[in-house]
């Protein structure tokens, strides 16, 4: 038993011992391979090894009293000087590769870095003024290169850039004046997207994934991009670098605030360069393409999960929403205060500021399908009573009552068939002007009316439609009879005129045939009540024999309705 109890006690004591020892020595092998061996994968393991060690040592009280520290404490002190010295040549002299021109930071990052990044946790723990050196070295090296690197793509961009608008470039100014055509029949610039329609520039919102422009390839095939596009790609290039910056700073160093530190220079650059093109972008179109570019931008980063560049991107859009209204206003000005003098010509057909107002509501209308904004809606209802009030003074300017109504409904119909062409129903400014297209429709049918048959309207008009027994004494042969015989004489023959003057009148042929249609149907209308007062007078049957059919003058108007 006594013997029983005396193994027992030993081994206890010796797991004890043996445990302590074991923490506590320094075998050779590691002392060669901190001193002397390469920095690998063997290294790293040896470097997990010795970090045990110090803690060890600074754990443990009983450790600390005891004799066997003295002896080892200095051997471990000197090994952990070295590895930190170590350490720090071998990353600073990876942090230099990442200078090199052409290298792919990303690929020197995943591949090589990452291996040691037990070397960064060691540092952490062991060296932290070293750690905070190790650190800085990075953020300067990483906000130098990526700052060149925007630079240089910035510079390479600008010179792929078309210039779309200036700052005459308006609603309402006149063709004369700029010195440039627009698309009114003439030859329009043929390098240069319209100012005022979208056409091909959506197609941007559909590529917001693609990979950023290769700017010498571009310039190789001599192609030139308005600005949303190059926009696109310097954005593009900046989420997808910060992106693998944030993840790998993360991994590596192990704290989100590093990449702050490091993308304040890129950032600064880019705000540089946007600022200055956003003071004189005078295209409204392209900035709410950029403003819908940003909210995509915006979506991507949420649905990765990487929230480093929220307040860069917020910063982007609320520096374009005050230039977008900016621009818009001045546009809106320029239909406020156009010179009716120099904007007026002797035409009836649609003028050439119609077109440009519908091509952008149109295309403004369309952008904000998506997104319902409020603030835009009520902009293009201010645009819309604008353009109104500048078609009333242009219309004006006609003297025949008639022609200021063929001007207005000419320019109405246009409105309308381009705000349907950009397919998203154009909203309220498209209910509107159908509105005002029907109530000058009617007008000038009336008028058209008036030129041909005034006697018989007027007539017409002055008897009431449904007249009893009683008063339809005062209606006389007399009065009658030559309205007739006048109509009889004259029916084909005017309605042959109005024919003429409708088709002459109207740019839009169908818009036309329905002005004719709504016309002859009136016509028939009022011809219907004057046989029907004929019929009430007595001795009103002697007029018969003079008295158009009805049938007669319906095939007269199948005959025109047939033509188109």
Known sequence: MDMGLKLKNRKAAESKLSKFVEDI?????????????EVNDEYMKTLETLSKKIKFIDADPMVKSSKALKDVQPEVERLRQKAVSKIFEFVIQKFYALRKPKTNIQILQQSVLLKYKYTINFLKEHAKEIYAEVRTAYIDTMNKVLSAHFRAYIQALEKLQMDIATSTDLLGVETRSTGFIFSIGKEPLKTRPSVFALGERINILKEIDQPALIPHIAEAKSQKYSYEVLFRSLQK????????EYLFTDDFFGEESIFHDIFAGP???VDEHFNTVLLNCYDAIGIMLMIRIIHQHQLIMFKRRIPCLDSYLDKVNMSLWPRFKMVFDLHLNSLRNANIKTLWEDDVHPHYVTRRYAEFTASLVHLNVEHGDGQLDLNLERLRMAIEDLLVKLAKMFSKPKLQTVFL??????????LKEAGTEGGKAQQHFEEVLKSNIAI?????????FSSLIRFVKSRPADETAANSEKASIAEVEPLVKDFASRYKAAIELMHYDVITSFSNFLCGMEILRATLAQLLLYYTRLSECVKRINGGSALNKDLVSISSILFEIKKYSRTF
């Open 444 to 452: 000038y049918v009336e008028e058209l009316l008036l030129e041909q």
């Open 237 to 244: 290039l900046l989420i997808d670098t910060a992106t693998s």
């Open 409 to 418: 409904i000419n320019n109405y119909d246009l409105t309308i068939s381009i």
């Open 267 to 269: 950032i600064q650059v």
């Open 25 to 37: 020595i320094v075998p050779p092998r590691m002392i060669d391979i901190i001193v002397d061996g």
